[in-house]
């Protein structure tokens, strides 16, 4: 059995990971260099219950989750490098009346469903927040809610899979040549490629490849110098979300989002946004170096949800435009397409 992948970010890496296991044959093709993308300019929060998600999409998202403890342990193990994996928990809060409403509503609707979820009011917050932002009325605090370094995961992957697969980088996609509404070659501008199945997970670039509606939604992003034990959880808002790492050097600050196609480069309001959200969240970040700025592209959908197994051609599998959980759903994303490759796991869209 041969595979071919359209795409090395997160998600491309993680099916390539799980197939390797498998022993199938794989070959990656990557317009850049693979592990960078969305992947790379991602926070690596893995936040269904602070994302507000429902229905059948939470229950997919928990899903993921919950098999991310063992999808971590192994890459670790296979790689030998430590992924930044930490399940810090995640609070999220309420900066006025309606969002507290909105929050606390979300808890109740989690504890029926019996996951953690615990509100917490202005006086709680500020034993554990000296600094907490003027405006901030509380927060829910959901502990299952983690992270994972996506960059320290895309390198660890990346690694693997360049020793155990074949990998074109720089090589772009011209076109998924079908005959008879079954996948037949790959055209790239470094030649022609054949294989027994094609999996499509080029992110944002997923729809200039083969008409589906996948499209980018650009995202700013920033981090800054804190110390050890300043924040011991991701903290999420309507006005930013901080991502402190494990290693206490980097708060993660994201992230904007506009829709201007493939727009490049930060701006001045992007970052003022960004600085103004953590600073009043937390008003001594107000003093923290920049580290760092950069930008990414989600890979989006009209109803944000992805696009999963079948695409309407066969041996041709979806693997594209999660959005925002991306880095959530990798390792239940990378079972798609599994042995018989043919499997939908889950597919909210219809296509033709």
């Known amino acids: 059995m041969e595979v071919i992948i359209i795409g090395g970010g997160l998600i491309g890496l993680s099916i390539a990971f799980e197939l390797i296991e498998r022993g199938v044959k794989i070959t990656i093709i990557e317009k850049d260099k693979i592990g960078k993308g969305a992947s790379w300019a991602a926070g690596g929060m893995l936040a269904p219950q602070s994302e507000g998600l429902d229905g059948e999409f939470l229950n997919f998202c928990l899903e993921s989750r919950n098999l991310y403890g063992d999808f971590i342990k192994r890459i670790e193990e296979k790689t030998l490098k430590e992924t930044g994996y930490w399940k810090c928990g995640i609070l999220k809060l309420a900066f006025s009346k309606e969002e507290a409403q909105k ?7 989690f504890k029926r469903l019996g996951l953690p979820a615990l509100w917490l009011d202005r006086k709680a917050l500020e034993k554990e927040y000296k600094n907490l932002g003027d405006e901030v009325i509380g927060g829910a605090l959901y502990k299952e809610d983690s992270q994972v370094d996506n960059r320290k995961l895309c390198n660890a992957l990346a690694n693997y899979v360049k020793q155990n697969a074949k990998v074109l980088e720089n090589t772009k996609v011209l ?3 079908d005959k008879n509404g ?22 944002a670039w997923s729809g200039e490849i083969l008409d589906i509606p996948v499209f980018p939604l650009k995202g700013e992003m920033l981090a800054l110098d804190i110390q050890k034990d300043e924040i011991d959880k991701v903290l999420y808002s309507s006005k930013s979300y901080l991502i402190p790492r494990r290693d206490f050097h980097r708060l993660v600050v994201g992230a904007t989002q506009e829709n201007v196609g493939f727009k490049g480069g930060n701006t001045a309001y992007g970052t003022l946004k960004l600085l103004k959200g953590s600073i009043n969240t937390l008003k001594n970040l107000a003093y923290k170096n920049i580290q760092e700025l950069w930008f990414g592209y989600r ?6 949800l992805p696009l999963l197994g079948n695409s309407g051609i066969e041996n041709l599998v979806l693997a594209t435009g999660h959005h925002r959980n991306g880095i959530l759903l990798a390792p239940i994303t990378a079972e798609v397409p599994h042995p018989n490759l043919t499997k939908v796991i889950y597919s909210p869209h219809t296509l033709r």
């Open 299 to 304: 890979p989006s959908t009209p109803d944000e």
């Open 175 to 177: 076109k998924i040549d």
């Open 103 to 109: 929050i606390k509503q979300d808890v109740e609707r």
């Open 182 to 203: 079954k996948f037949n070659k790959l055209i790239t501008d470094k030649g022609e490629f054949k294989a027994d199945l094609c999996v499509l997970s080029a992110g």
